[in-house]
């Protein structure tokens, strides 16, 4: 079992910045290949970004290519989002999920590949 905790999201104005954290308590962290979804109102829940359990791999949704970054701490126990040139299409809830990796460099980019999620984020972008 893990528990993961988002926080960071906010109201920023077009062209603006946040980090997005998720802290995670329970098991062994670094054992877990971790991602971000997000959910906009009316819409399914999206890929953004994922790390393997190692932090030598990354994978972005073409939306957040360019202007997110993912990484990891696993001394921390913690995974970031960093969010630069956010756009209105941005607002969203995001999501941080994680699931145990038997692969150090493996990525996992579908909701249901994810067993454990935090309660969620909310962004908003203004224009």
């Known amino acids: 079992q893990v528990q993961l905790v988002e926080s960071g999201g906010g109201l920023v104005q077009a062209g603006g910045s946040l980090r997005l954290s998720c802290a995670a308590s329970g098991r062994t962290f670094s054992i877990y290949a971790m991602g971000w979804f997000r959910q906009a109102p009316g819409k399914e829940r999206e890929f953004v970004a994922t790390i393997s359990r190692s932090g030598g791999s990354t994978r972005y949704a073409d939306s957040a290519k360019g202007r997110f970054t993912i990484s990891r701490d696993n001394a921390k126990n913690t995974v970031y989002l960093q969010m630069n040139s956010l756009k209105p299409e941005d607002t969203a809830v995001y999501y941080c999920?994680?699931?145990?990796?038997?692969?150090?460099?493996?990525?996992?980019?579908?909701?249901?590949?994810?067993?454990?999620w935090g309660q969620g984020t909310q962004v908003t972008v203004s224009s």
């Open positions: 999920a994680a699931v145990f990796s038997y692969l150090p460099e493996a990525t996992m980019t579908s909701v249901p590949s994810y067993n454990y």
